[in-house]
């Protein structure tokens, strides 16, 4: 049955997410016969799938099924969009088929009937909780599947028994019996029966014995780049989307008189005209984004990872401030009310202070003169009309550090750069679409008149490379599962495109 387990060095480390990305893709790969694929994912990752897939395998965008809980936005990429508020039946029928958590309670009927046999969950953790809804209606999904793939990098975020219910689903003939794990690895707590912790060491050999592959920081160091950048493409809701919508439309007429206008002072006052409606835009932009920067959010704070927010507008701060405020995450916040000698104060609490989980930042006062390197990962939930404005924001967190250190009496200087993992949060037909195509053509000229070349702000592109010693790889795990599935699955799906 099933058995692979992907886990990091917990979600600090969030650039080796994407090694968990195609990790996970290159495994549904080596079992094409047993397409089509299932996708469980925060809501908040399911179009960041559906581009990876598209941008790493050769699957045509209309068989990437998402499933979003109603229809807005443009779907420039191609995908299949399929709304869960219908009342009329939800059809899976794509190669890859991407749901949210939430919504597999209210399709179960539906993914059990169609009887995915390769199974991807992105962060587990999600199912940590026995009682939870979407625990409950996901575990028979993944348990029927024959290939099953977990990601996560907090598998547990607290205690032991958040991973029972994820090892249950991998591998139920091992991890069968809630109370005898519990009894055995869960002993100890003062908070209820099994909110302890016991023989940690005998759990972790049977782990990496039965379902885990563990990536480590240190393993994969190597491997990683200085700045790794990744564009998260959100969900908008149509009623969010509708006044944007007739702003652009507003934009295209005007364009249109400024294409056919002769007279240079009309054509002027046409500018000035269109350069105010785009200020409009960009406002309006950042109040649609707020819901679903602040669902992406949810994804962060239950990484416990530190991080930096940046973001333009009050409006945006304010609402992700409130926000961090209402989920008791401690936090920091420094824009242009901030008194420049409270900024050091705050600065170095978030450098010293291990429960300060987050930064919320301006882009222009937050991204200029700050070094906070506790953090490796960076969020923008909007972008700057100046390239620059995003590459100070970018490299608060990518600073080269010091440690001083002794060996025989002498004394060391070492000057360390640490890995920063940067998240663009974009959404189509907003500003968005407007201000990254500026930002590059920005880049390209002063890449050509500074150092004789085009620059630009790159996205996500790596190479996989060799896994780390001293652990099983991913050919053992498919091996098992491959002689299962010769004894109990004879003939091969009907399901098959190339």
């Not at 700045?227 to 944007?244: C, S």
């Not at 602040?294 to 401030?321: N, P, Q, R, V």
């Amino acid at each position: 049955m099933v058995i692979v387990y992907y886990s990091s060095d917990f979600v600090l480390n969030m650039h080796l997410k994407f090694y968990g990305f195609l990790q996970a893709i290159a495994i549904a790969t080596c079992v094409r016969d047993f397409w089509p694929v299932l996708i469980l994912a925060p809501s908040s990752l399911r179009l960041h799938w559906a581009s990876m897939i598209q941008q790493w395998l050769a699957v045509p965008s209309s068989d990437i099924v998402v499933v979003l809980s109603q229809l807005g936005g443009s779907n420039r990429s191609g995908f299949t969009i399929v709304s869960s508020s219908t009342k009329s039946t939800v059809h899976l029928d794509g190669l890859f088929n991407i749901i949210s958590y939430d919504v597999v309670p209210k399709l179960q009927n539906v993914l059990i009937a169609t009887d995915f046999k390769v199974v991807i969950a992105d962060e587990s953790h999600f199912l940590k909780n026995a009682q939870a809804k979407r625990t409950t209606a996901a575990l028979p999904i993944i348990k029927k599947a024959q290939y099953a793939i977990l990601l996560s990098g907090t598998p547990a975020l607290s205690r032991p028994i958040e991973l029972f219910k994820q090892l249950e689903a991998l591998y139920p003939d091992v991890y069968k019996n809630v109370h005898q794990y519990g009894n055995r690895y869960c002993k100890g707590g003062i908070f209820g029966m099994y909110q302890g912790a016991s023989n940690h060491e005998e759990l972790h050999n049977l782990m990496k014995a039965t379902v885990m592959i563990r990536r480590l920081k240190k393993d994969v160091l190597s491997e990683l780049p200085v700045k790794r950048r990744q564009q998260v493409f959100l969900d908008l809701a149509e009623k969010d989307m509708k006044p944007i919508n007739a702003l652009f439309r507003e934009l295209e007429v005007i364009k249109g008189k400024i294409k056919a206008c002769k007279s240079e002072e009309e054509i002027q006052t046409l500018k000035f005209s269109e350069k105010n409606l785009i200020n409009k835009i960009y406002t309006d932009s950042a109040e649609a984004k707020i819901p679903a920067v602040l669902d992406y959010l949810e994804t962060i704070i239950e990484a416990g990872c530190k991080f930096l927010i940046f973001a333009h507008h009050l409006s945006m701060l304010d609402s992700i401030h409130n926000f961090l405020l209402k989920k008791k995450v401690r936090c920091i916040r420094i824009d242009g009310s901030t008194p420049a000698a409270s900024r050091l104060a705050l600065v170095t609490d978030f450098q010293d202070k291990d429960d300060i989980k987050a930064a919320v930042l301006s882009i222009k006062a937050g991204g200029v003169g700050l070094t906070l390197t506790a953090a490796s990962t960076v969020i923008f939930a909007e972008l700057s009309w100046t390239p620059g404005d995003l590459i100070q924001a970018e490299d608060r967190a990518h600073r080269i550090g010091q440690v001083i250190t002794s060996d025989n009496g002498y004394w060391f200087m070492l000057m360390l750069v640490s890995s920063v993992n940067i998240y663009y949060l974009l959404a189509n037909d907003t500003v968005d679409d407007i201000i990254w195509d500026v930002v590059q053509s920005k880049l390209e000229n002063l890449g050509q008149m500074l150092d004789g070349h085009e620059n630009v702000l790159e996205v996500s592109a790596s190479q996989l490379k060799s896994s780390p010693a001293k652990q099983k790889t991913l050919d053992s795990f498919l091996k098992r599962c491959n002689s299962v599935g010769d004894s109990e699955h004879e003939s091969k799906p009907k399901y098959q495109r190339h």
